[in-house]
């Protein structure tokens, strides 16, 4: 089990910034990989941006040069910090373990709800 606990949401003007965090209840060691979703009104859930246990990173194209996830592993953190905010990143965040064993499983968040005004 993992639970994930996100903070660092708000509403912030275009061109603003905001870094979410993500604190997990168990060593990021023990997790494959550490990953920030969102989802926006009646759209689905999407990819933002994936950190593996190797520390290489993936991002989604609408977020990549405006976007940053990164790790401490001393706090089991996961950290995006989002740069030149646009309207269209509004939505709600969600923070996602997978974690890789005789299967796969995923873990979330509750959510962070980000909000760019415009």
């Known amino acids: 089990q993992v639970q994930l606990v996100e903070s660092g949401g708000g509403v912030v003007q275009a061109g603003g910034s905001l870094r979410l965090s993500c604190a997990a209840s168990?060593?990021?060691?023990?997790?494959?990989?550490m990953g920030w979703y969102r989802q926006a009104p009646g759209k689905q859930r999407e990819l933002v941006a994936t950190?593996?246990?190797?520390?290489?990173?993936n991002y989604a194209d609408s977020v990549k040069g405006r976007s940053t996830i990164s790790r401490d592993t001393a706090k089991n953190t996961v950290y995006l910090q989002m740069n030149s905010l646009k309207p269209e990143d509004t939505a709600v965040y969600y923070c996602?373990?997978?974690?890789?064993?005789?299967?796969?499983?995923?873990?979330w968040g509750q959510g962070t709800q980000v909000t760019v005004s415009s």
């Open positions: 168990r060593s990021l060691g023990s997790i494959n990989a």
């Open positions: 996602n373990a997978r974690v890789v064993r005789s299967f796969l499983t995923d873990y």
């Open positions: 950190i593996s246990g190797g520390g290489s990173t």
